[in-house]
């Protein structure tokens, strides 16, 4: 296996990242001779232990973020990574349009709620980024409002790190062209087209608008604590597999020894109970 | 095959059924010959498939209550229930101890917020019913309202059933030397000891009450609407199966055409626009 996860760690944005200049058709990391099936199922075994494993320890939790234009495959990505994990430690929140209440609130004011507990993984598809994508794109917000939110988003991950969540954000570039081909699969699948929005053409005619935006929103909000992730996306399978080793890379430092039994509770005594009963 | 989703549906909770009659350990409907890992694997893309239209349909939604003794297989049930399906779709629920604020409540208030949206299927790891088992057996509420708590289930699950979600309620009836084997197994496996809980013991010792209790509750709410499915749990892949066949049962009922465009959409002039763009 030529592929390590140092290498899919490349796109990490830090200090002169532009988006330009990553090829979303491109697999970094990745040689010819690399059998993607092969690379994408090993891990499976390990990220089921792990997730049962940080279950169980409740050492922290796990925060995925991901955001990409519309059919970057966000879907399936989430499919595929929580598969090999048991549903009753993992959470999937979709953030759509905000509701009238929402909007009546700070932006953060929706997201709160749905932070993963201890033990917990969750997956947010869209996030508070649109706050600043979209509503930027769209003049939604004005520009110094959008500004404050950079400065607020920072904070706020920067205070769910500290509390012991481990965030991973991940913007899944994909090309215009590859969007192309997705929104004919849309238009012309009759079991495809319940998942088209005209509204798709809309974003698709400010495509580089949008770049910009995510440009300018990720240089501003990849810390340390919360770091920005850009995973070229025109390979489906090529992605998913990256993310899937940034979440095993993350599980793996929060892997603990197994939890005993409670404090004061003795194996043996409680055998002899149990043989009683 | 010779396992018919009749022969599964067998165990259904009406008039007449009592529990002590089922043995747990039996697997009726399953012939000597049957190969079950194969039956466990041959829904799996229907599964998958079926509740993708759902989740495009809206056509309704699907409620699981899952309820059982201590280490019955409920965490393990719904790992291998949801695995098929996308995690965007489905939701899992686990009902523990009531808070201080939820026991100030009306017992159903904490679990109206969780019912699956249209499109959705929910499974409840417990659920309400917890307010009729471990209440009415460790005397937590008097007689008198357990026994309106039992009509206000009814009432509660007809008026979701009427709202368009199906319900299935499941009892995974193992048997006292199988949880034997499980409490052995929590006690003495260092990756299991975390699940290990000296409660456990304190509701193995009331067995029979516990039996009891199950019993009246399933004869008081098993409805048409709302049915009660007793599945013999000492074979746990035999179970896994058999809930997935009800699962795929209400979810075939619930297949509907794939909703096309929106209204007023046109897929030519889509295209059109979208060559264009």
Redesign the interface.
């Known amino acids: 296996m030529g592929f390590s996860t140092d290498d899919a760690l490349a796109p990490k944005v830090s200090e002169g990242f532009h988006l330009s200049d990553l090829d979303p058709a491109t697999t970094p990391g990745l040689s010819a001779d690399d059998n993607l099936d092969k690379e994408f199922a090993q891990h499976d075994d390990e990220l089921g232990e792990l997730q049962e494993n940080l279950f169980?320890?409740k050492a922290g939790s796990v925060l995925v973020i991901l955001q990409g234009m519309d059919t970057s495959g966000k879907?399936g990505m989430?499919?595929r990574l929580?598969?090999p994990m048991?549903?009753?430690g993992?959470r999937?929140v979709?953030f759509g349009a905000p509701t009238k209440e929402e909007r009546e609130q700070d932006f953060l004011w929706r997201v709160r709620p749905h932070l993963p507990k201890a033990g917990e993984i969750a997956?947010f598809?869209r996030s508070h980024y649109e706050d600043v994508l979209i509503q930027k794109v769209e003049s939604m917000a004005d520009p110094a409002e959008i500004e404050r939110r950079y400065a607020a988003i920072s904070d706020f991950e920067s205070e769910i790190a500290a509390s012991g969540t481990t965030i991973i954000k991940v913007f899944l570039h994909i090309s215009r062209e590859f969007q192309?081909e997705n929104?004919?699969e849309r238009?012309?699948n009759?079991?495809k087209?319940?998942?088209?929005?005209?509204a798709d053409?809309v974003a698709?005619?400010k495509w580089e608008e949008y770049m910009t935006a995510y440009q300018i929103a990720m240089e501003r909000t990849s810390t340390d604590d919360a770091p920005w992730y850009v995973i070229p996306g025109d390979d489906k399978t090529y992605a998913r597999m990256v993310v899937k080793h940034l979440l095993v890379d993350a599980l793996r430092d929060l892997e603990r020894p197994?939890?005993?039994?409670?404090e004061g509770?003795d194996?043996d005594e409680?055998?002899e109970?149990?043989k009683k009963?």
Not at 193 to 198: A, L, Q, R
Not at 258 to 262: I, Q, T, V, Y
């Open positions: 169980a320890s879907g989430i499919e929580l598969k048991s549903p009753l993992t999937v979709a997956v598809d192309y929104l004919v238009l012309t009759p079991e087209m319940w998942k088209y929005d005209p053409l698709r005619s197994w939890p005993g039994l409670g509770v194996a409680e055998l109970k149990l009963s």
